[in-house]
């Protein structure tokens, strides 16, 4: 058991440095943006037409969920007129950069572990390390650029359906107009406290994209055992990267909105 134990955790320690140091080396390569810039809109586009379709159901079910909730629960209160100005704190703060951080561990960010690991396996990355051409800068640079810069493209774009669903309910169901509903989401987003939610925002989305693709790329480039393996590194991918966008998106809000 407690041998166990110990092996989990030299596990758990050793990934974590390895794709620290994943990471730093990525940063070291950001002077080949340039020359890699065709590779990087190329994982942008992957990362966001990839998932658009997804994301824009998720956002605009979102928007409608947390209106018609909320709403109803303010209703007994006779203040189910603020549902703008709520669901525009909640889906720039919070719920955007969560829900599509999620997506994307699971369908960009997984296909990213598979592709790398297949790659590690079939010896394709041993053979790019005999030919001189470090992996980091083929492989793993355009992937953590490119998936980092459109997570916050897309969180914004979220946001947007999720107000527009919640409009819908707001009106349809609540009884609230429209000119009401729009002017405090625009209150909102014009006054300091907004820009200072969308600014948070759009940092949250920076850095789950940062974390996703980057744990992704670590899990592919330490897959082991084949096939099998390939689908190990590819669901640990997933989960950790869940794990570590809750663990941060806590830690961020703390930072920003500490009393």
Do not use: W
């Amino acid at each position: 058991m407690l041998e166990s134990f110990k092996e989990k955790a030299n596990d758990t320690l050793y990934a974590a440095g390895y794709t620290i140091v994943l990471i730093a080396e990525t940063f070291l390569n950001l002077r080949f943006a340039v020359e890699k810039r065709k590779e990087i809109l190329d994982q942008m586009f992957i990362a966001g037409v990839g998932s658009l379709f997804v994301v824009s159901v998720v956002a605009v079910f979102t928007g409608m969920l947390l209106t018609l909730n909320t709403g109803l629960g303010l209703k007994d209160f006779g203040a189910e007129g603020q549902i703008g100005l709520l669901l525009t704190i909640t889906l720039t703060r919070e719920m955007s950069p969560f829900m599509t951080a999620l997506i994307l561990a699971a369908s960009i960010g997984s296909a990213i572990a598979a592709e790398i690991g297949t790659m590690k396996v079939s010896e394709e990355i041993d053979a790019l390390e005999v030919m001189s051409i470090d992996p980091v800068r083929f492989l793993v640079f355009p992937r953590v650029l490119g998936f980092s810069l459109m997570v916050p493209v897309l969180c914004v774009y979220s946001s947007i359906l999720g107000i527009l669903g919640g409009a819908l309910v707001g009106h349809f169901q609540l009884g609230i107009e429209y000119i009401v509903y729009f002017q405090d989401v625009n209150e909102r987003i014009t006054s300091i406290p907004g820009l200072k939610d969308l600014y948070t925002g759009l940092f949250k989305g920076y850095v789950f994209g940062l974390i996703i693709s980057s744990i992704s790329c670590s899990h592919g480039l330490r897959t082991s055992g084949g096939a099998i393996g390939v689908g190990r590194a590819t669901r640990e991918s997933v989960v950790t990267s869940f794990l570590m966008v809750i663990f941060f998106g806590y830690v961020i809000t703390a930072i920003f909105y500490r009393e």
